[in-house]
């Protein structure tokens, strides 16, 4: 396969997010000049500080949890490839809404467990919520295609293979969910989000 058919026009959008989870581990973990506790999603601090729904998906536990979700981005890139993506910015913009999204469900859904005096007391970080979501939206364009998001032409097409992949790795990643440690919450809403994504 010639080197030029592996690089695709749409490849700087992986490669910047990808460089934005790496400069962050590199400043909060390598060095600590930063200290990343500023930038976990918190839900009792997220109506004062809510800069925090789009810095906690940057920073990441330690370096497996990284390499686990860089490893996604990568996978999920493959699949965009696979099913014809046609948008220079499809990617960017599925992770922008997606971040406030999955985060807007958790809040409210906390909200409502704070009405019944349920406070629950844990930080949330990572990528792998993103992850999810992308996964949720090109099962189903697997299934059915997608010719448009948002008004703009994307111009996936189903494709059985993808299908089949993506089903067995999204079974894989429930199980994986249910470790401790591991956010079965954010993976779920991920998900459903991406579901929902592909709807409208």
């Known amino acids: ?9 749409y490849d700087w959008q992986y490669l910047i997010t990808g460089f934005f989870l790496i400069s962050v581990f590199i400043f909060t973990d390598l060095i ?6 500023y930038f ?5 601090l997220i109506s004062d500080q809510p800069y925090r729904i789009f810095t906690s998906i940057l920073t990441h536990a330690d370096l497996n949890h990284l390499l686990s979700n860089l490893g996604g981005i990568i996978i999920t890139r493959y ?3 696979k099913l014809g993506i046609n948008s220079r910015f499809f990617y960017l913009k599925f992770v922008l809404i997606c971040s ?4 807007f469900i ?3 859904y906390e909200r409502i467990l704070s009405y019944f005096n349920i406070f629950p007391n844990y930080a949330a970080l990572g990528f792998s919520g993103i992850i999810y979501a992308l996964f949720g ?8 295609g997608k010719k448009n998001f948002l008004g703009k032409e994307i111009g996936f097409k189903s494709n059985y293979e993808v299908q089949r992949m993506l089903k067995t790795i999204c079974l894989i990643g429930l199980i994986f969910s249910f470790l401790p440690g591991v956010s079965l919450l ?3 809403i991920g998900f459903i989000v991406g579901c929902f994504l592909f709807l409208i």
Request: aromatic share 26%; net charge neutral; hydrophobic share 55%.
């Open 100 to 103: 406030f999204l999955n985060f």
């Open 186 to 188: 954010g993976h779920l």
């Open 79 to 81: 699949f965009l490839m």
């Open 40 to 44: 976990y999603f918190i839900p009792r």
């Open 32 to 37: 600590e000049v930063i200290d990343k506790e």
């Open 137 to 144: 939206f090109l099962l189903l364009t697997s299934f059915y």
């Open 1 to 9: 396969m010639p080197f030029n058919n592996l690089i695709s026009k």
């Open 106 to 108: 958790i809040w409210f």
